[in-house]
């Protein structure tokens, strides 16, 4: 595994690239991230362009011996451009321009910036395509950033007209699909369909999902006219793009599908404190961040191009985005980084090599401190570039357990989520979860890749199923976990025909006639477990596996295929985690709370997330080949295999 950084020679004197350069190789980086914001750098002017510096910058990295990964710009058209065509900027949902002064203004939609978008990177690729350093390219930087995918401005709205037309056809067509008639919502022709914002109340839940699945697919456009020029002018390259956590805005599987490599963006401490942890969560593992968090973004973008896959963001210490922004307790930094590595990373790279002093992220550390000293992360990869000298090179072989994780569910479950609580992300996260606190290797998968070869596949809801998924199911033979909600809409958001699970009836066979969601803190109690937020009343010939206290059933068993018609507490997915464990063979591991492992083909690794000392002597793996058994706060401890 490579270990790199993202370097900005535009924030620095041109005296500096040469040390800087120097400092990489010394710290054990030989990747380097360049380009992503210096459009007004690199065409200070329409069409005067200033290659000098960049080809200094390119060469002064080049000659240290470090690899590049050049970036097209397109994240940050410069007011120039802006200025000739100020319909290109996206528009909020309150209808508001998104102004210029930051990042991310464009619309993904305009005409006039895809051109632009088309022809920097065309020009940027012309000039370095070939050069013998640039080994990847990132296209533009984390799409959707600052809440970005969606735009409601007029180029939107025409495309959408359109991307409507194609999928139905007829206008009749649409207006079925969507249950039009109600509340007199009917068009007359695709001409008269506007985005769904700004309406008086909630807009027709079909009308959002068309308008997130669009909205996904100009992403993915966007991106592919990019990587079709880069593979054009710059063969034998990897393309990639960086993604972000807990972001389920557009299809990564479909971004990922004309992608080399997968990267994202791993923010630890900024994704515990923004997202829905508890408060006891957020306190206890303030300095490290959840113990699943990076882990679960590994083993998701995993899945989501061939499976290579890098960290191409990796916070180095406090980030200045989040509500609060505490510094990783000592060792943290060197974990996360070889927990990516456990995962099957190619590469990890830290954000950023040197903190800026001026600008919006003057607060966000980096490896050096802004005087140029050592941040305390700089230690920290230095001490990671030497354990990847002891164990060499890992190879990740296919997990035991599958997760199927669909972003057409994060947005139907988003669209109307019928009770506040029951987020998607969160769900799945939670899923995810219960299996890592038993030491399983899991592999997130789209409904789309294959089941077979796992031990178990666990579905944490599917409430749209995609043609041909349930006789996939169908053919499996191990145990299968499907959870709430999967088959209760149709592909136009609609209630089955049948009712709920849809697709799923006859493979579960039983029919959920009546849902209802409940207030945080009810508590539905059954024998050594509980579950919340959701309860269905479920109709079917079977005895219940399982019920609750008041005799309420909630989880089915047909053959190998459970259903789970409530959401499901820790305490319930512990024990049908065990249940299924001993049905499918699994070992489980009884590890101590705050620990992880991982296994490579070659080794386990274990990561101590607690913020104490821990006895690992307990798992009984005899003596590591880094780190100790006796693993302090924030250690790795890494074992051959037997
Ligand atoms: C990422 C972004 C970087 C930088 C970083 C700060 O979201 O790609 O450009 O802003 O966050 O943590």
């Known amino acids: 595994m490579k270990l790199g950084c993202c ?7 041109e005296a500096m690239w040469a040390d800087d350069a120097r400092r990489m190789r010394e710290m054990g980086l030989s990747l380097v991230r360049i380009g992503e914001f210096a459009w007004s750098r690199i065409e200070p002017d329409p069409g005067r362009f200033d290659w000098g510096w960049l080809d200094r910058a390119i060469d002064t990295l080049a000659d240290a011996g470090l690899t590049i990964m050049l970036c097209t710009p397109t994240a940050t058209p410069p007011k120039w451009l802006v200025d000739t065509m100020p319909d290109m900027v996206a528009i909020d949902a309150d209808g508001r321009p998104r102004g210029f002064g930051s990042r991310r203004h464009y619309c993904f939609s305009h005409q006039g910036y895809r051109e632009q978008s ?18 990847a390219w990132q296209t533009d930087n984390e799409y959707g950033c600052h809440d970005t995918v969606l735009s409601f401005s007029d180029a939107a709205a025409a495309r959408f007209r359109k991307w409507c037309e194609a999928r139905y056809g007829s206008i009749e067509a649409l207006n079925g699909a969507w249950g039009n008639v109600f509340w007199s919502m009917e068009y007359r022709s695709f001409d008269e369909i506007d985005p769904p914002n700004l309406t008086v109340t909630e807009a027709n839940p079909a ?27 710059s063969p034998g390259r990897d393309v990639t793009h ?4 807990f972001f389920t805005e557009f299809d990564h599987y479909d971004v990922g599908r004309d992608l080399d490599v997968a990267t994202w963006d791993s923010y630890p401490l900024g994704f515990l404190e923004q997202f829905w942890f508890s408060e006891s969560e957020k306190r206890d593992y303030l300095r490290q961040g959840h113990p699943d968090i990076a882990a679960f973004h590994h083993d998701l973008y995993r899945g989501c191009s061939s499976g290579r896959w890098g960290v191409i963001e990796q916070q180095p210490g406090p980030v200045n985005w989040a509500r609060f922004n505490p510094a990783p307790s000592d060792g943290m930094v060197a974990l996360w980084t070889l927990e990516a590595m456990a995962h099957g990373a190619e590469f990890v790279s830290y954000f950023r090599w040197r903190q800026a002093p001026f600008a ?11 005087d140029s000293a050592d941040a305390p992360a700089a230690a920290e990869a230095r001490q990671v570039r030497d354990v990847i000298g002891t164990i060499g090179a890992q190879e990740i072989a296919k997990a035991k357990v599958a997760l199927v994780f669909s972003y057409e569910a994060a947005w139907v479950c988003g669209i109307q989520p019928q009770g506040q609580s029951f987020r998607y992300l969160e769900l799945v996260y939670e899923w995810y979860s219960a299996l890592r606190r038993r030491g399983v290797d899991v592999d997130i998968v789209s409904p789309e890749a294959p089941l077979e070869g796992y031990s178990a596949v666990f579905i944490p809801t599917l409430p749209i199923v995609p043609e041909g998924f349930a006789a996939k199911l ?40 009546r849902v209802e969601s409940l207030r945080n803190n009810v508590s539905n109690v059954g024998n050594g477990f509980s579950v919340s937020r959701w309860l269905e009343y479920v109709l079917t010939e079977e005895a219940p596996e399982l019920a609750l206290d008041d005799g309420h059933s909630v989880v089915f068993a047909n053959a190998n295929i459970r259903y789970c018609a409530a959401w499901p507490d820790r305490s319930l997915l512990d024990l049908l985690v065990e249940r299924i464990a001993g049905e499918a063979g699994l070992i489980l591991m009884d590890l101590p709370e705050g620990i992880r492992v991982r296994r490579t083909a070659s080794h386990i690794f274990a990561f101590n997330y607690a913020a104490h000392t821990i006895d690992a002597s307990t798992l009984g793996l005899g003596e590591p080949v880094v780190g100790s058994a006796q693993m302090e706060p924030a250690a790795t401890s890494i074992w051959t295999l037997a």
């Open 474 to 513: 169908g053919d499996l033979a191990c145990p299968v976990l499907i959870g709430p909600r999967s088959g209760s809409k149709t592909t136009s958001f609609c209630i089955p025909e049948g009712l709920a699970p849809g697709e799923l009836k006859e493979l579960l066979g039983l029919t959920v006639t």
């Open 207 to 233: 009308h959002w999902l068309d308008y997130r699945r669009f909205a996904s697919d100009e992403v993915v456009s966007f991106n592919r006219e990019q990587v079709a020029i880069l593979r054009e002018l």
């Open 360 to 370: 919006q992220e003057q607060m966000h550390a980096g490896l050096l401190r802004p």
């Open 118 to 135: 088309r022809r920097i990177t065309r020009t940027v690729a012309e000039r370095y395509g070939k050069h013998p350093a640039v080994a």
């Open 242 to 245: 960086n993604f972000m956590g």
């Open 7 to 13: 370097y900005f020679p535009e924030h620095w004197p």
